[in-house]
């Protein structure tokens, strides 16, 4: 069986993307060190080593929900890929969309706007087509980009919660 186990983003400062999910989610720290990445993995293009700080948190379920933060502690990328400092307001092919489950939308979205996300689309209910065809699902969602402009879709089936 293959199992998508955990997703990590590389980012600026691990512990501080790990503050904004654990205020916002709840999420606790189910990894943090700092250890000695080998250049293969993931490929940086430096040819070399590198030192990194991985924080991995975990959410509800302990197989699937796990969500990484890898810093490089001298950074082997070019300063103009850097996210941070810079306010997202849309996403960029090849970039990955968290999508989190809550029963909780506008307190994730109250939570979110204190920890410094930037919202693109506050609270609001739709529908989108149901997998079979069927009737619609409805949603209640929050759109917004977390401090290191990372994508996230927040939503709560409200019918089914």
Do not use: C
Not at 2 to 16: G, H, P, Q, S, Y
Request: without cysteine; proline residues 8%.
């Amino acid at each position: 069986m293959d199992l998508l186990k955990r997703t990590t983003f590389i980012v600026e400062n691990a512990d501080r993307a790990a503050r904004f999910y654990e205020s916002v989610f709840g999420w606790t720290r189910w990894y943090d060190r700092r250890l000695v990445a080998d250049r293969r993995f993931p490929p940086t293009g430096s040819g070399q080593d590198a030192e990194v700080h991985l924080v991995i948190l975990e959410t509800s379920d302990p197989v699937v929900g796990k969500l990484g933060f890898l810093q490089y502690i001298e950074s082997p990328f070019e300063p103009e890929t850097s996210r941070h400092g810079k306010v997202r307001s849309r996403v960029r092919p090849g970039e990955p969309i968290l999508v989190v489950a809550t029963k909780d939308v506008d307190g994730v979205h109250d939570r979110a706007v204190a920890a410094g996300a930037t919202v693109v689309t506050p609270p609001v209910d739709w529908t989108v087509p149901a997998p079979s065809g069927g009737q619609g699902i409805h949603l209640r969602s929050v759109s917004l980009f977390d401090p290191n402009g990372i994508y996230l879709e927040v939503s709560a089936h409200p019918d089914t919660d």
